[in-house]
């Protein structure tokens, strides 16, 4: 397992590299460049320079999460192509600099959603938390109107000049059925593999966050079955998914260490973190530890171990705690403690499998 940490970039992020570099064993950073409109081409030199700010701390770049999909591509538009073309010309830039993993999602409209960023827990910390039924309850544009005149009720990918493209995206995707995101998702998929594959960069999908439809929209990334379906689709270890434990923990029905050791081959990259979910649906972002949430980490762990796990893994989400303040779910602290919790796992298992295998020599 080849621990790294998600940094937003020189500017970008109050966390600095410095302070990365001291969290035990991870040995490089998750980064994307997120001033770069989605899909356009990644400038080259925009990529070298993130190279050249890291080579100096020793973290590698080895992770990118995320490039993001243009919506046309999601929506199956005519002007798809000229955004797969800027995504494939993406792909061999990131090769050149080393990059071995890229992380991207394909929700419609939205990424992650929460209602609330900044939720309370009893010990005073705070965490991103999620109100099933006021998404439930309500019709997108009346969302849009209530975040517009609420500054408080904030959301990522909300930002008050993406609401003004809100009602036309939503119309645009009424035409589109969940079958018809699945074809979209093969179109990219076939054209995106051969050139991940002849780079040697692993493409690894982001399970829908939450792992259901919200407002309508068709989420497809949700379940053991769809992920089956998904590899599937271009059967390659170059075709991969980001398992990510907390978005599909949110599901009750998702066995989060069952799926690591159907799909271990095709994980190259693991999002780790808990959720505790509640008996009425709504889930909270807890701390790393087993017992704080309802996803089973040891057991997570433990599954990426049995595998001989490989590949990257991170940190998800974490607590705001010790009166930090950063960017939601994004704290240096809480993730920090993660690092070592999943750590403190994993030798422990290497130590008792080194041990038994003393024992049978
Ligand atoms: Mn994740």
């Known amino acids: ?26 040995e490089g950073v998750v980064w994307a460049l997120h001033d770069v409109p989605v899909g356009e081409e990644w400038p080259m030199e ?21 490039v993001n999909v243009h919506e046309d591509i999601k929506l199956g538009l005519p002007t798809r192509d000229k955004y797969i073309e800027h995504y494939q010309e ?28 900044y939720k309370q827990a009893e010990d005073g910390s705070t965490a991103l938390f999620f109100e099933k039924s006021l998404v439930e309850n309500m019709d997108p544009q009346e969302m849009v109107s209530k975040i517009l005149a609420d500054p408080t009720l904030t959301m990522p990918g909300w930002e008050p000049e993406r609401l003004k493209h809100l009602s036309s995206l939503f119309e645009a995707y009424k035409t589109v059925a969940e ?20 780079c040697g960069i692993k493409m690894a999908i982001h399970p829908d966050d939450p792992p259901w439809s919200i407002f309508g929209l068709p989420r497809i990334i949700t379940n053991r079955d ?31 260490p069952a799926l690591i050791r159907e799909f271990a081959d095709r994980i190259p990259f693991a999002h780790i973190r808990n959720v ?14 087993t017992g704080d949430g309802s996803v089973d980490i040891y057991d997570v762990v433990k599954a990426y171990h049995e595998n001989g796990f490989a590949g990257y893994a991170r940190p998800d989400h974490g607590r705001h705690i010790w009166d930090e303040e950063c960017r939601p779910g994004y704290g240096l602290y809480d993730r920090a403690l993660g690092v070592m919790y999943i750590w403190g796992i994993w030798d422990s298992l290497e130590r008792a499998r080194r041990e038994a295998q003393h024992v049978t020599d």
């Open 179 to 198: 079958e018809d995101l699945w074809s979209n998702l093969t179109y990219f998929l076939e054209r995106i593999i051969p050139v991940a594959e002849t």
């Open 226 to 256: 769809n992920i089956r379906r998904f590899l599937d689709i271009v059967d390659s270890p170059y075709n991969g998914v980001t398992l990510c434990s907390g978005s599909l923990g949110a599901n009750l029905a998702n066995n989060v």
């Open 90 to 117: 993406t792909i061999e830039k990131l090769a050149k600099v080393g990059v071995k993993v890229i992380c991207y999602n394909f929700m419609p409209v939205f990424d992650w959603t929460r209602t609330e960023l």
């Open 276 to 289: 505790k979910v509640y008996d009425n649906g709504d889930f909270m972002e807890t701390s790393h530890r």
């Open 46 to 66: 925009k990529i070298l320079e993130v190279k050249k700010q890291t080579e100096p701390y020793g973290l590698n770049i080895d992770v990118v999460e995320s």
């Open 1 to 26: 397992m080849r621990m790294v940490f998600r940094w937003f970039g020189a500017g970008n992020d109050r966390i600095s590299l410095d302070h990365i570099r001291q969290i035990p064993g991870v």
